[in-house]
């Protein structure tokens, strides 16, 4: 078992939960490396974002190797880009407007508006 979140609106509500969770896994004779375990924390690196103090925002660590990535060079590879980009387009202003080049784009290697966009896109 990994990445496991326990939360609550409140502290009460949120070791209620907690209590109830590690006590079921204790009934399934699960067990956790305590090493490894957070309680009560107000900030949480989950799914590739950072929650703190209840503001979602995108994981920089996550974030980083998709703006290092090389330019595609097939069809595959740039499809997988922009469905990366697309997982961070809340994050990005004119987010839709600034991929049009790249969902548009028939030809490859990419034609330098593409390029362009990708360079825009790489600044997240």
């Not at 974030?63 to 595609?72: D, F, N």
């Not at 097939?74 to 997982?87: D, H, P, Y």
């Not at 390029?115 to 790489?122: F, H, I, P, S």
Request: net charge positive.
């Amino acid at each position: 078992m990994d990445d496991n979140a326990v939360c609550g609106r409140t502290r009460e509500e949120c070791e209620e939960k907690l209590r109830c969770f590690l006590n079921s896994a204790e009934m399934c004779n699960i067990t956790f490396n305590e090493r490894k375990c957070t309680y009560t924390t107000d900030s949480i690196k989950l799914l590739g974002y950072h929650i703190s103090n209840g503001v979602l925002q995108q994981d920089p660590d996550r974030a980083k190797p998709l703006l290092e990535l090389p330019v595609p060079i097939t069809g595959k590879e740039l499809q997988r880009l922009v469905g990366m980009f697309a997982f961070y387009a809340q994050w990005v202003p004119c987010f839709s407007e600034k991929i049009k080049p790249l969902i548009a784009t028939k030809q490859l290697p990419l034609p330098e508006v593409a390029v362009r966009a990708l360079k825009t896109l790489n600044r997240i």
